[in-house]
C-alpha cells in the first residue's frame, strides 16, 4: 500500500513539473494601436435646436495621425444625470456638428473612437446641458407700479448667469401677467406632465394663477389653477403656495388653507375640533422633507399656533409650552422652518397692543427653545425678515437699511445700508434638487446658506432692480458679496430659483 502511494505521488510530481516548464514554442507580441482623444473639454451648454461643433484631436500610436479609414466613431448621450441610462446616438461623424434636440436636461456623455480591424476603442467623456434661457435660475416676479406685474430672470447656463428684464418675451410665452405681483413660486408636480413630476414654476397676481412650462415657461389655457382650486376666486391678492417634495404641498388663499398633492387640491385644512379658524397666510414645514408629516398653521384670532399633520383635515393645537404659551394673542408677521439646531421653526410675533415684536423659536413637534423681545433700531418698523439655515441668524429690513439680530446678546447689528435704495425682498432659498443624485446638489446647499437681497430705487420700478447674494460669516461679521445683478431689472415682489 505505501509502494502505491509513493509510486502516485511521484507521478503527480512528474506532471506537475512538466506543466511548470518553459512553453518552447515561438510567439510574436505586437503592441496594439492605441488611441488618443484630446480637444474635448469637460462641460458643454447650448440652448435647445442649436448646433453644438466639437473638433476632436486624434492620435494613433502605430497608425499615421490623418489616416481614420480604419476607424469607426460616434457620439453618445449616455444617460441624464442622475437618472438611469438610455444611451442615444447623436452622430457618428468624426467631428461634431450637429443641431441639438435632446430633451432639456444635463447629459453624461462620451464620444468613442474603435478600431475596426480590433475593436479596441477609446472613450472621451464629458457634460452636456441642453436648455434655454428660462431652464434654470432666479425667477424675480416684478411690481410695475402701475398694476401690471413683469417676470424678470437671472438666467444661469453653464458657468455664465444673464438678465432677461422679461424672460416671458425672451422665450415667446404666451403668458401676459395681468394685475399686481402676488408671489412666483416652484415645486415638483404633474401638472405639465401626468408621466412624471417636474420642477414647476407657479406665478400668481391679484388676477391670475398660473403654472408655466417646466423648460420654455409656455403657457396654455389648462395651465390656469383656478380650475384645480376649490370655489371661484377673483382675487388672488392673499394667497400663498409652499411646495415640499414628492409633488406635496400647501396653498394658502384668503383665511383658509388647502393641501395640495398628486394635482389635487382639498380642503380646508384649518379645522380644529368642530371649528374652522382663521389661518394666516404664514405656514411652515420642513421642505427638506421626503414626506409632509407636520405643518405649522397660525389661527389668526387667536392668535394660536396648530399642528397639521399632513393628512386629512383637521389640525391640533400646540400646548404644554415652558417658555411661551402657544396661545399667544398676538399677530404672526413671519414664520419660517430651518435647519439650525437640528430643525427649528422661527416665529416673529406682534403685540397687538403695544406693538413690541418678539422671537419665538421651537421645533415642529413642539419644544420651545426660545422666546424674547426683540429690541434694537428700526424693529417697529421691519417688513422683511429672513432666518439663516444654517446659523439662525435672524435679518430684517428696514427701508434701505438690513439688520442683523444677534440672539444670544439681544442687539441688532446694522449689517448693510443702501442708502436711498429700498429693500424689497430678503429670502434664503430652499432648493428642491438636493438628492444626493443630483448633479447640481453641492452648488444648491452652497447657494442654500446665501442671504438674497432685492433692492430698487423709488420711482424707477421698470429698470433699476439689484439682486445681490451674500456669504453670511459667523460671529456678526459684515456681509460678504458673493454675486450681484442689475441691468434692466424692475422692482422685485418676489423671488425664487427654477432649479435642475
Known amino acids: 500500500m505505501h509502494t502505491y502511494l509513493h509510486i502516485l505521488l511521484l507521478s503527480f510530481l512528474v506532471l506537475l513539473g512538466g506543466s511548470c516548464m518553459k512553453d518552447p514554442g515561438n510567439y510574436q507580441y505586437d503592441p496594439i494601436n492605441r488611441i488618443s482623444i484630446t480637444g474635448i473639454d469637460s462641460s458643454y451648454t447650448i440652448n435647445y435646436g442649436n448646433k453644438l461643433q466639437i473638433k476632436p484631436v486624434l492620435s494613433f500610436t502605430r497608425d499615421q495621425q490623418q489616416d481614420t479609414a480604419n476607424y469607426s466613431c460616434m457620439w453618445v448621450a449616455d444617460h441624464v444625470v442622475g437618472y438611469v441610462p438610455r ?11 450637429q443641431t441639438i434636440s435632446l430633451d432639456f436636461g444635463t447629459y453624461y456623455m462620451y464620444y468613442r473612437v474603435t478600431d475596426k480591424r480590433t475593436n479596441v476603442f477609446t472613450d472621451a467623456y464629458f457634460y452636456l446641458t441642453v436648455g434655454a434661457p428660462s431652464f434654470e435660475g432666479w425667477l424675480l416676479l416684478c411690481d410695475m407700479e402701475n398694476g401690471n406685474s413683469r417676470l424678470d430672470m437671472v438666467s444661469h447656463q453653464g458657468n455664465k448667469d444673464t438678465v432677461y428684464p422679461d424672460i416671458l418675451k425672451t422665450v415667446s410665452s404666451s403668458f401676459v401677467p395681468a394685475g399686481k405681483p402676488v408671489f412666483v413660486e416652484t415645486g415638483t408636480t404633474d401638472f405639465a406632465d401626468p408621466r412624471g413630476q417636474l420642477l ?12 408655466l412650462g417646466s423648460d420654455t415657461l409656455d403657457y396654455k389655457p389648462a395651465n390656469d389653477m383656478q380650475s384645480r382650486i376649490p370655489g371661484a376666486v377673483t382675487d388672488w ?32 385644512v384649518n379645522n380644529a375640533g368642530n371649528h374652522r379658524f382663521n389661518a394666516s397666510r404664514w405656514l411652515t414645514f420642513n421642505r427638506s422633507a421626503p414626506t409632509l408629516s407636520a405643518v405649522v398653521l397660525f389661527d389668526t384670532d387667536k392668535g394660536a399656533f396648530y399642528r397639521y399633520p ?48 418678539y422671537l419665538a423659536r421651537f421645533t415642529i413637534i413642539g419644544t420651545q427653545r426660545y422666546y424674547g423681545e426683540i429690541t434694537g433700531d428700526g424693529i417697529a418698523a421691519a417688513t422683511q425678515f429672513a432666518v439663516s439655515p444654517d446659523k439662525g441668524y435672524l435679518f430684517y429690513a428696514v427701508g434701505g437699511k438690513l439688520y442683523e439680530y444677534d440672539v444670544i446678546n ?32 453641492d452648488r444648491y446647499l452652497a447657494l442654500a446658506k446665501k442671504l438674497v437681497v432685492c433692492t430698487y430705487t423709488p420711482g424707477a420700478p421698470t429698470n433699476s432692480g439689484m439682486l445681490d447674494i451674500y456669504n453670511v460669516p459667523d460671529n456678526n461679521a459684515p456681509l460678504q458679496l458673493y454675486q450681484s445683478f442689475s441691468g434692466g431689472i424692475g422692482k422685485v415682489a418676489s423671488v425664487s430659483y427654477r432649479d435642475r
Not at 444611451?87 to 456638428?97: F, G, N, V
Open 200 to 211: 414647476t414654476p407657479f406665478i400668481a397676481t391679484s388676477q391670475q394663477f398660473v403654472f
Open 310 to 357: 399632513g393628512q386629512g383635515t383637521a389640525c391640533v393645537p400646540y400646548t404644554d409650552g415652558t417658555l411661551f404659551d402657544f396661545t399667544t394673542g398676538k399677530e404672526l408677521l413671519y414664520l419660517q422652518h430651518v435647519p439650525f439646531n437640528g430643525g427649528e421653526v422661527f416665529a416673529v410675533l406682534q403685540d397687538k397692543t403695544d406693538g413690541k415684536r
Open 87 to 97: 444611451p442615444k446616438t447623436i452622430s457618428t461623424a468624426r467631428y461634431l456638428d
Open 237 to 268: 391678492s392673499h394667497s400663498r403656495l409652499y411646495m415640499g417634495q414628492q409633488q406635496t404641498g400647501l396653498f394658502a388663499l384668503d383665511n383658509d388653507v388647502f393641501l395640495q398633492y398628486l394635482g389635487t387640491f382639498t380642503g380646508p
Open 410 to 441: 439681544n442687539r441688532c447689528i446694522l449689517i448693510k445700508d443702501y442708502g436711498a435704495r429700498m429693500i424689497s425682498v430678503i429670502k434664503f432659498q430652499q432648493f428642491t434638487y438636493i438628492f444626493d443624485a443630483a448633479g447640481n446638489k
